[in-house]
């Protein structure tokens, strides 16, 4: 396994991946879960409560206050989005069949995956890309300072639909 040094987040990015770490300690619940013979039915039970209760948000706040902050033509931002859908499908595939224990297994793995991902190739890009005063502001977010937030990402959608 690759050894990966500590990385230096901006604060605008902690609360996300703070949010990463309940997504890898689910992984981790679903495979000692299926390593028990825990019941799949059980497990899914689980995960669909975990997704609706925090991951779904999760999702919807990195859509709203950082994916849009990259091109739309940016590989990263593509790459996370095709990834966030893959997962939103794997949850109805889970929530269609709960007795399939090959679902969570995908499940986890493109969880682990998308996670990996998001905190050791598309925040860095971020932090690089995200002007500073942009930063700040998504960092506001956290401080109960989210209209302005919400107000710069309804500008921005509203411009490329009209355009």
């Known amino acids: 396994m690759k050894d990966y040094a500590p990385i230096k987040r901006h604060q605008a990015l902690v609360s996300f991946s703070k949010d990463h770490h309940f997504g ?68 109805s595939a889970i929530t269609k069949n709960k007795d399939d224990a090959d679902q969570l297994n995908k499940f986890a793995d493109e969880l682990e995956k998308h996670i990996r991902f998001e905190e050791r190739e598309l925040f860095n890009h971020l932090q690089d890309v995200i002007a500073p005063v942009e930063l700040e502001k998504i960092a506001g977010r956290l401080a109960n300072d989210s209209s302005d937030i919400e107000e710069s990402w309804k500008d921005r959608f509203w411009e490329k639909k009209v355009k």
């Open 24 to 91: 890898l300690l689910l992984v981790w619940k679903i495979r000692q879960g299926l390593g028990k013979a825990i019941s799949a039915e059980r497990i899914c039970n689980y995960v669909l409560f975990a997704f609706k209760e925090d991951l779904e948000k999760h999702f919807k706040e990195e859509e709203q206050f950082l994916f849009c902050r990259l091109p739309v033509d940016d590989d990263l931002r593509k790459r996370a989005q095709e990834e966030h859908q893959t997962i939103y499908n794997l949850v």
